[in-house]
Structure formats: structure tokens, C-alpha cells
């Protein structure tokens, strides 16, 4: 027995999980084609961030920081360590790998800056004020229920 139509359509069109993937994708997209002419994507960006900020960064605070899962951020530095924008530096007890900006990753962060405060003020202009506020809102919501 299939489900209500009423219900099908509501799951393709009013899913949650489907509308904040939608935002995503073109959010994440402002800022990818800002930084394209760089060779850099937003995800990568994120990391350089980190780890200017920490200096010396080590890959289980920039996960915390980012919110991401090992793998990927295991993967991320592999490649921008390929790009020159990384160096891994030794560690006392060999399991933990962490990593800081090469100098060619810190002229990167300064060539990226403009690029991403305009899609920062795209984001902006496309959110607008009520959609900022509510989706600081909706964040801090969800940190403090996850915390």
C-alpha cells in the first residue's frame, strides 16, 4: 500500500532536511564561485581560517571547530598540503598529525579575504536581515539542545 499523495508531496517539497540542503547548495555556491579564480572552495577556506586563527592546528579541534568528521578533514589537508598551503609537523606521540599555513597558504588568506566578503555581503543581500536573524537563531538553538 503506498503512501497518501498529500504526503509524498509534502516530504519532496516542505522536508527540512531537503530545504536546508537546497540553502546549502546555494550559499555554499556564492562563496565556491567567489573563490574559484584562486583555486580555492569554501570547504578549504574553512580550514586555512582554523588554522590561521590556531596557528598550529590539530585536526581534532579544527573538526570540533568545523564540525566535520576525520576523514574529511583528513582529506582536505592531504590536498592542500599537495597545494603548498599546509605542512605537517611532527608530533611527540605519532598519532596525532598536526598541521599549520605554509607561507604560501598565508598569502592564499590574504588574496581570499576580498573574495569572500563579497559573497559574505551576497549571502547577506540573498538571506536578508530576518533570514540572518533567523538562522542565528535556529543555530543557537540547536547548540544549546545538542550541548
Known sequence: MSKPVTTIETIATH????????????????????LRPLGVKLSQGNVLAVTAKLG???PAQVCEILELDTSTLSRTVERMVENGWLEILPDEDGRSHP??????????????????EKAQAEAKK???GQG?????SAIERVKKNLG
Not at 18 to 32: E, P, Q, S
Not at 99 to 116: D, V
Open 56 to 58: 598550529i592546528a590539530r
Open 126 to 128: 540573498l538571506l536578508g
Open 15 to 34: 522536508c527540512i532536511a531537503g530545504r536546508l540542503r537546497l540553502l546549502n547548495r546555494v550559499i555554499t555556491n556564492l562563496y565556491d564561485d567567489a
Open 132 to 136: 540572518l536573524q533567523m538562522l542565528e
Open 99 to 116: 598541521f599549520r599555513l605554509t607561507e604560501e597558504g598565508r598569502r592564499l588568506m590574504e588574496k581570499a579575504i576580498p573574495a569572500w
